[in-house]
């Protein structure tokens, strides 16, 4: 039922905490997932003429530390017995998620209720709730 399950990820502890859900569901039948890190692009925004930061520089790096980071992930999918790819992408998360759902026909998305602000306060964080509200897929929200 859940054969293709799409993980994004923000390295958060809460979406740590999802990964241990992905590896559990191939008990359920899962096979294969896709890992999917979104690096934010409204944080790329600011001209480096007002700035003097070198955002290339930064975008570089951040994807650097993304394919360690995925690279990890993957590998541990791996030794739990799943067949696992990752992709990282660059724009806004929550739009990037639903695409590649859709591109990847994915039978479930399984993505942490917080991620990296964890707000004391938040029932839900803004890439969660988007994602919850526009997937036409289900979802798995795991709990902080
Ligand atoms: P906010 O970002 O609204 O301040 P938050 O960081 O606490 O709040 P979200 O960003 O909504 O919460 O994170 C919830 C989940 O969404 C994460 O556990 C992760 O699964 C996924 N997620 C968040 N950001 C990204 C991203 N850049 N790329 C991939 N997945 C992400
Ligand atoms: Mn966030």
């Avoid at 999802?18 to 001209?47: F, N």
């Avoid at 990847?104 to 709730?129: A, P, Q, R, T, W």
Wanted: charge should be negative; charged fraction near 30%; hydrophobic fraction near 45%.
């Amino acid at each position: 039922m859940f054969d293709h399950i799409l993980y994004p990820t923000d390295f958060s502890d809460v979406s740590m905490k999802a990964m241990s859900y992905v590896k559990q569901l191939k008990d359920a039948g899962a096979k294969k997932v896709t890992v999917l890190h979104v690096i934010d692009d409204r944080t790329l925004v600011v001209p480096d003429v007002f700035s003097g930061i070198d955002f290339m520089a930064v975008e570089n790096e951040l994807r650097r530390i993304a394919d360690e980071e995925c690279n990890k992930i993957v590998e541990q999918l791996r030794e739990s017995g799943l067949e696992a790819w990752f992709k990282i992408e660059k724009g806004v998360p929550f739009r990037e998620i639903i695409r590649v759902a859709k591109e990847d026909d994915v039978s479930l998305i399984v993505i942490g209720s917080h991620g990296k602000s964890n707000i004391e306060e938040m029932l839900l964080g803004s890439v969660s709730e988007k994602v919850i509200r526009k997937a036409v897929r289900p979802v798995l929200v795991v709990k902080r």
